[in-house]
């Protein structure tokens, strides 16, 4: 059956409800990945395989290896639309990260200029930073079940990774916390560059304090219960199958943050609105 109807949307209207559906684009691949603007789309061209068109409308970011091949076109394009870009190695170290034009959100900014400009701006930034690490801590620990004694960001962290080592192995918790982080600090850094936060600011200039590396971390520690649980889940179904346990695969990790991207947007929001609130009681 074939229905008609009268109106018909605008391109417009279709280009912004693509928008709200923008998902992030992970690129993995070797040296034969080449990223060429055509046209509203980024084209994804490997050797021996079929071109992927994906449209910058769809796109809310880019998690590219540094060694997938850029055109200055393609990349102009995602800065141009706000798309950030970030370039990490294999082993999940970011390298490089485009920014494009912040947003129009910006009374985070301006409560935070407003405090680095106190004397005491560094100590007051530090005191909350603690708090919140510990409390987000705390919190990641008792989902897992650490011990009372071990819930402080410090001895967590170390109870955490060792629970990580226990069902991945050493490489492979040090492989998946890298790939997660990376993540995390991309999401936060793209939150962040929305809400006014950018290259083209002066507190973005001076790189002090490193606002999104600090709140990616606290993001992470939300990340560790679905990590060490999908682990766990790997581990266990290798020795039922009686199958060599394998080093997981950053498509899966990748899978894994977007599986809670729903939950990461929350918490990640979370965390800014903390500050923000307690930004309005300081300034």
Do not use: K
């Not at 912004?16 to 998902?23: K, S, T, V």
């Not at 492989?175 to 006014?196: E, I, K, P, V």
């Amino acid at each position: 059956m074939i229905v008609q109807t009268a109106h018909q949307p605008s391109a417009e209207t279709v280009e912004r409800a693509f928008e709200l559906d923008a998902r992030p684009l992970y690129l993995a691949a070797g040296s034969d990945t080449r990223v060429l603007l055509d046209g509203r789309a980024l084209s994804i061209q490997r050797d021996e395989r079929a071109e992927q068109i994906f449209p910058l409308a769809r796109i809310g970011r880019v998690h590219s290896s540094t060694r997938v091949q850029w055109t200055s076109e393609a990349l102009l394009a995602c800065a141009a639309r706000g798309i950030s870009v970030i370039f990490v190695t294999d082993d999940g170290e970011i390298q490089a990260r485009l920014l494009g034009r912040p947003g129009e959100r910006d009374e985070l900014l301006l409560r935070f200029t407003e405090l680095m400009l106190l004397p005491h701006a560094l100590g007051l930034y530090g005191h909350w930073l603690r708090i919140a690490r510990a409390r987000t801590a705390y919190w990641a620990c008792a989902r897992l079940g650490a011990p009372q004694g071990a819930r402080d960001p410090r001895t967590g962290r170390a109870w955490i990774e060792h629970q990580a080592q226990q069902y991945a192995g050493n490489r492979g918790a040090e492989r998946t916390r890298q790939w997660l982080r990376s993540f995390a600090y991309q999401w936060m850094a793209a939150h962040l560059h929305d809400l006014g936060f950018g290259h083209n600011t002066e507190l973005g200039q001076s790189g002090e304090p490193s606002l999104a590396r600090d709140l990616a971390e606290l993001l992470m520690w939300y990340l560790e219960p679905a990590r060490i649980g999908w682990l766990r889940r790997r581990f266990d179904a290798a020795r039922h199958r009686r199958q060599p346990l394998r080093l997981p695969r950053h498509s899966e990790t990748a899978r894994l943050f977007e599986s809670r991207a729903a939950r990461v947007a929350q918490r990640g929001h979370d965390i800014t609105n903390c500050l923000h609130r307690w930004l309005v009681s300081e300034t």
